[in-house]
DNA sequence: AGGCAGGCTTTTA
DNA sequence: TAAAAGCCTGCC
């Protein structure tokens, strides 16, 4: 089936902005996208035209939510004023198309855990492993095989040498903590999307191993708060580099969070570049 | 070969 | 309470 996006909506640069560790790539700007108890294939085939895999009820009960098609990322895009936050403005312009998926707040609590101190490709190695250690194995719409998230109950399942053989490390302890955690019913996903992103990085930063950075993450990806804003070492160097007086956060809010996409893949993509041509 | 990669917890001053 | 040390692992 064919759909139409009109808003700002890119594949790659989604899947590159470090939101996301499980989409797999089958094509040129084609995808296959595994989320919850579904999977999607979608391809870009042409001026805003997307094939997908799906019955259009299917498109719009899951995946037009996923996708977040109801949030007007051009609106928040345009809100940048370009005389007064030209970096801003640069950044949002190299990386539109990024937007914040609306993804599973179980799924994103783990793989942030996992993230802290990795690059992107050993994360999605690490979940890639642990989803096939006791993820359930399931069937995609082309009858090719993939495994969904495991539930918490399947993660507390593993013994220690089969969690440790996912690549883990020292995060083993942390990944079973917050699979505990969750299975004892201690945090109440929902209600932490309905208050604001502080509280819920402040709910999130109880758990053993989740520290700031990594609740900002969650809160983000896992629970749309689009004002939280993830401070990793390289955000931090933005600011200092870019913004030596302070950065402008009440003029962001409350969409702080999308901002930070935008110049974080800037500034990524700036630093390979330097890479590739030295 | 030592440092670093999208941090966190624990220990130490 | 702020700064360091230690932690798994893979990669250059």
Known sequence: MIIYIEDDFNLDKITDSGQCFRWEKTGEAAY????????????????????????????????YDYFDLGTDYRMIRERIDEQKDPFLYQAAEQEKGIRILRQDSWEMLISFIISQNKNIPAIRRSIALLAAACGEACSDSKGISYYAFPRPEAVLGLDPDQLRACSLGYRCKYVRAAAEYVSEGKINFEELQKTDADRAIEALTEIYGVGIKVASCIALFGMHHLNAFPRDVWVKRILENEYPNGYPFSDYAPYNGVYQQYMFAFYRNVKTLRETKS
């Open 32 to 63: 296959r996208i595994p989320f919850r108890d579904k999977c999607l294939y979608i391809e870009a085939v042409g001026d805003s035209a997307y094939d997908v895999s799906c019955t259009q009820q299917e498109f719009q009960n899951v995946w």
